[in-house]
């Protein structure tokens, strides 16, 4: 197979322009063509709605899961959901009843780097202001919920703390979504004996809280709230913990979360159904859209198309051995993007000479895609190679990508779904490569059995995804590994809190390194999301706003058309 580079537009239409192009179906449309009754739709303005997912129709044949994942990411963009929904409109186009998954869009990056996380071109989802801003309110309520357990912890405290929680000891901290690194590290209860306990306190940014990652592994409303009780708030003066549970908080949570819980149904600009619920991050938590989206979609589909976050060695690792072990969702093909432009710079290629063809940097880079393509076969699934073309992709170059997928017994196809679209013929190719791996489907397998000990599935993980020599432990990750032991969570998956950009735990290190170590910092139990978040390097939970934010660009005008999305 050879490819043809494509021809640069003098002025494109920018991402906003496209989607308001487009013409929308009335939701209750969408709706009917999926296979949703109108009376369990909940409808939120013409263009989105809530599914009751307990007025659906009994589940018959379950969807085939395709899980979109990438080579490791580059400040050059690689446009994973772009080619998600782009792939679903192709599958689609081919006849096959199709719909997709995604996570919602937090704000914090919207507003810091990205500008917008719907796809792009004409590979979007719709209405593309409302899910980037607002939405349904979704982790408006995440955040309700979490800062009421958080406030019920310390009036409890306040009130005489007859569970003899220690102030020193609490586990969960305030969030927003919102990138503010000045809330990182704050004091609360100053002001004197009527304003509460003085003491160190922070936030987190709501994708990244304990909140979000229960409610994206919850299958029902029960679930949710049997989760949310089992979470540990803190632990008393003898280090017993205590669960939100004893609280008594698991009520309200659940009741805040109640009508956020219900995926939240939207169209591409092909018209395909989508379901876009709940986002944890992926270099944090664990990186995938709900599970009740993802199932409710496997219902409704021959062909479920859904994404895991940043590399195949954070998301598509924690879907598999975190996210397919709750629930009923193993893939039976894995897409991995690729792009010419991130493999020049795992190559070795600055950002700023990434439009010069270079197809020796281009050859060296492919060894990260190597490693991402051996940790997908890991999991016992052949991999699609989906190379995203960008408008400055030399021919020479793109074949040189199709040339070393074919040497190594890898599919693979070139896709240009940003400038024509699923819908039209610009993922043709990538489709009917996917049809085929779904023809002979892999037996999805996780890494490691969870009676393994912590240090050992960290351990894996670090070796066999990695590809680094092991892995050291700060004495603070030492006396936590043996609090874990003792509170009998030994038994739980790890979650790695992990720079995206690097195999490594140190973000400079590009390509594919090996023989390094990685450091772990601290081990946070997630006992209501059913991990232990393993927190390595540099990562933090709260991010701060580049030099130049994205929401310095945007604006509204008198009649209410935004500008600068995108």
């Known amino acids: 197979m050879t490819a043809t580079a494509a021809t640069p537009s003098a002025s494109p239409p920018s991402d906003l322009e496209i989607a308001r192009a487009a013409t929308l179906r009335p939701i209750e449309e969408v709706g009917a063509a999926a296979g949703i009754p109108a009376d369990a739709l909940e409808l939120y303005g013409r ?256 062909v479920v198309v859904t994404e895991a976050g940043f590399g195949a060695d954070l998301g598509a690792e924690k879907f598999i051995d975190i996210k397919a072990r709750c629930a009923d969702v193993a893939p039976s093909a894995v897409v991995l993007v690729a792009t010419v432009r991130a493999l020049k710079m795992h190559g070795g290629v600055p950002k700023d000479r990434l439009g010069t063809p270079n197809v020796e940097a281009l050859g060296r880079g492919l060894a990260n895609l190597a490693r991402h393509v051996a940790n997908v076969r890991r999991f016992g699934l052949e991999p699609v190679v989906a190379i995203n073309r960008f408008a400055a992709d030399t021919a020479e170059e793109l074949d040189a990508v199709l040339r070393w997928c074919a040497e190594g017994g890898v599919r693979a196809a070139v896709a240009d779904v940003w400038g024509r679209g699923g819908g039209g013929d610009g993922g043709d190719a990538l489709a009917r490569e996917v049809l085929t791996a779904l023809e002979t489907p892999g037996q999805c397998r996780q890494l490691y059995p969870l009676e393994a000990g912590i240090e050992e599935k960290i351990g894996t993980i670090v070796r066999d995804v990695y590809g680094g020599a092991g892995v050291e432990f700060s004495d603070k990750a030492l006396r936590q590994l043996g609090q874990i032991r003792e509170n009998g969570w030994d038994a739980l998956p790890v979650c790695m809190a992990k720079t995206q950009y690097s195999f490594t735990d140190d973000p400079s290190r590009l390509g594919a390194p090996k023989g390094f170590i990685v450091h772990v910092r601290e081990l946070w139990p997630r006992t209501g999301a059913g991990f232990i978040v393993a927190v390595t390097g540099q990562t933090m939970t709260m991010p701060g706003l580049p030099a130049e934010p994205a929401a310095l660009r945007m604006d509204v005008d008198d009649e209410g058309r935004i500008s600068g999305l995108f």
């Open 47 to 302: 263009y989105k709605a809530k599914v009751d997912v307990g007025r659906l129709p009994p589940a018959g044949t379950l969807g085939q899961v395709v899980l979109v994942s990438a080579l490791s990411p580059t400040p050059a963009g690689e446009g994973k959901s772009t080619l998600t929904v782009g792939l679903a409109d192709s599958l689609a186009r081919a006849g096959k009843r199709t719909m997709v998954a995604l996570r919602e869009p937090s704000l914090g990056p919207i507003l810091g780097m990205k500008g917008g996380a719907t796809g792009g071109g004409r590979s979007q989802v719709l209405p593309m202001e409302d899910i980037n801003l607002h939405f349904t309110g979704d982790f408006h309520a995440v955040t309700a919920a979490n800062n009421a357990l958080c406030a019920l912890v310390d009036n409890h405290i306040f009130q005489g703390n007859a569970l003899g929680i220690d102030p020193r000891r609490i586990a969960v901290k305030r969030i927003m979504d919102m990138n503010d690194r000045t809330l990182r590290e704050i004091v609360v209860g100053l002001g004197g004996p009527a304003q509460g306990v003085p003491r160190e306190d922070g936030f987190d940014i709501t994708v990244a809280s304990e909140v979000m990652a229960v409610f994206c592994l919850a299958s029902s409303l029960r679930d949710l709230k049997e989760r949310l009780g089992r979470i540990t708030v803190g632990y008393t003066w003898a280090r017993r913990p205590v669960t939100a549970g004893e609280l008594g908080a698991a009520g309200v949570m659940a009741l805040l979360l109640k009508d956020a819980i219900k995926p939240n149904l939207v169209q591409t600009i092909a018209g395909t159904p989508a379901l876009v619920h709940g986002g944890p991050f992926a270099n944090i938590a664990h990186g995938c859209n709900s599970v009740l989206a993802t199932t409710t979609a496997r219902r409704l589909a021959e």
